[in-house]
């Protein structure tokens, strides 16, 4: 997808895109909870969720850590980001900004350097992931941390084939991105987490008919409502169990107090 349609993408989804993604009682607070321990989150850190959307993980993590230094909310798309409503929720602080312009010190951060910084869901969105994620690397202090949390390069969603296969060409593979940041001078290293989701068949097909995944948006309405009726057929049972599998690439800069 062009920038430009990633961009228009998440302005059209922003209202629903909570919606959409609150499978269930259990997935906010399992993923948050993977993100505040993988990255080692004290409440002193400086902080930021690059790509945050509408801070459905970073609003988790700061109810729970209650941090000194607001977490940064930082996302290229406005709406997305004014999902968090106005004054934002306590200990985040939105910036309508993209991984690049962090990456290329084109924007002002309040914080000199950050002690850790996620980016959950979004790396597949950077055209140059080396490049980006090299320029991010370098606005860690010493013994920052850096974690990338995305979906496997397969996954086992009860979605049409198409989508599937889809899937699989437009998917960044995570030991790539691992590369990346070995590259920016990080020790990095790849481990793997799962939820299992169970979700109402119709509202799943309702999530898939709102485009829920930015690369559903890649199909016109006939052909999802094709893949709809495909997936009908595959599913006869109401209620879709399934395994969301992510894998989460942690990044570390040396240096930092033992
Ligand atoms: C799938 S959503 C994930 C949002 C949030 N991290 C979550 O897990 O709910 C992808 C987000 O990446 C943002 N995004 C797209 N391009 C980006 C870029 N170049 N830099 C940072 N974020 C970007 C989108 O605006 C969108 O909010």
Request: a negative charge.
């Amino acid at each position: 997808m062009e920038q430009r349609d990633v961009r228009g993408h998440y302005e059209e989804l922003a209202a629903e895109y909570d919606e959409h993604w609150v499978y269930g009682p259990d997935h906010i607070p399992w993923m948050s909870a993977r993100i505040a321990e993988t990255l080692r989150l004290t409440s002193t850190d400086r902080i930021a969720d690059i790509g945050s959307g509408t801070g459905l993980f970073a609003r988790e993590v700061a109810a729970a850590l209650r941090p000194e230094h607001p977490i940064l909310c930082v996302d290229p798309s406005a709406a997305m980001l004014e999902q968090l409503g106005s004054p934002p929720p306590p200990g985040l602080t939105p910036l309508v900004a993209s991984a690049e312009d962090i990456a290329e010190d084109r924007v002002d951060l309040p914080y000199e350097q950050l002690d850790a910084m996620w980016l959950k869901e979004s790396v597949h969105h950077l055209p140059d992931p080396a490049r980006t994620l090299r320029g991010l690397a370098d606005r860690l202090a010493p013994g920052g941390r850096l974690l990338v949390v995305m979906l496997p390069a397969t996954i086992q969603y009860p979605l049409f084939e198409a989508a599937l296969t889809r899937f699989e060409e437009l998917q960044p593979d995570p030991n790539d991105i691992v590369g990346h940041l070995r590259a920016a001078g990080l020790d990095a290293g790849l481990g793997h987490g799962e939820h299992e989701l169970r979700i109402d068949k119709d509202k799943y097909l309702g999530m898939v008919r709102a485009r829920y995944m930015s690369l559903l948006s890649t199909y016109t309405d006939s052909e999802i409502e094709k893949g709809i009726e495909e997936m009908r057929a595959a599913h006869p049972e109401p209620v879709l169990v399934f395994p969301d599998r992510f894998a989460f690439v942690l990044a570390e800069r040396r240096g930092g107090k033992a």
